[in-house]
T-cell receptor, first 114, second 112 residues
Framework: NAGVTQTPKFQVLKTGQSMTLQCAQD?????MSWYRQDPGMGLRLIHY???????DQGEVPNGYNVSRSTTEDFPLRLLSAAPSQTSVYFC?????????????FGPGTRLTVL | AQSVTQPDIHITVSEGASLELRCNYS??????LFWYVQSPGQGLQLLLK??????LVQGIKGFEAEFKRSQSSFNLRKPSVHWSDAAEYFC??????????FGKGTMLLVSP
């Protein structure tokens, strides 16, 4: 298993540009989430999905869109990038239910918006 | 609203010494509690979690944590720290993995 993969690893955008951060997992996990990590802020939940076709907002959803057309993929879209979206973005997945499950994180995407 | 406080931004521990990282939470019901570790430039790795049952939870890499409801705390401990434990540690609370609130992290430095 490749686990949770994220592309790209690094990205620089200009204000107003759009882009999609890719996230994929090959563990057949139902739950997937997107977080952003900013210095001194810990991780904050952007959006999450509990299964294909089902998404919901987290703590900081403004400026981001998600969709979940397949179990494997959970892309995060920035429609019009702003400097405040400069951050490191992490995708995570977990199998549904079960107290013994482990949450797996991807390696992250470092995004800079100029 | 749920929240997590990690009072120590940085902690320095000598190699071989014991470690305790503090975590206090605010949550309206019985919480699910987690500790994660992040090495530089890496994603997060789950160390341990508490859902219910025994309040002393064992995790990977020799870590343990104790849930104390009366103190709203979930402190992380390790009896003997290794240099490879140097990293940033995050405590988190929520109703499940999909709704986690993270603390701001504690950076652990290990001195020789």
């Amino acid at each position: 298993n490749a686990g949770v993969t994220q592309t790209p690893k690094f990205q620089v955008l200009k204000t107003g540009q759009s882009m999609t951060l890719q996230c994929a997992q090959d563990m057949n996990h139902e739950y997937m989430s997107w977080y952003r990590q900013d210095p001194g802020m810990g991780l904050r939940l952007i959006h999450y999905s509990v299964g294909a076709g089902i998404t919901d907002q987290g703590e900081v959803p403004n400026g981001y869109n998600v969709s979940r057309s397949t179990t494997e993929d959970f892309p995060l879209r920035l429609l019009s990038a702003a400097p405040s979206q400069t951050s490191v973005y992490f995708c995570a997945s977990i199998a549904a239910g079960g107290g013994t499950d482990t949450q797996y994180f991807g390696p992250g995407t470092r995004l800079t918006v100029l | 609203a749920q929240s997590v406080t990690q009072p120590d931004i940085h902690i320095t521990v000598s190699e071989g010494a014991s470690l305790e990282l503090r975590c206090n939470y605010s949550y309206g019901a019985t919480p699910y509690l987690f500790w994660y570790v992040q090495s530089p430039g890496q994603g997060l790795q789950l160390l341990l979690k508490y859902f219910s049952g025994d309040t002393l939870v064992q995790g990977i890499k020799g870590f343990e944590a104790e849930f104390k409801r009366s103190q709203s705390s979930f402190n992380l401990r390790k009896p003997s720290v290794h240099w490879s434990d140097a990293a940033e540690y995050f405590c988190a609370v929520g109703a499940g993995y999909s709704t986690l609130t993270f603390g701001k992290g504690t950076m652990l430095l290990v001195s020789p």
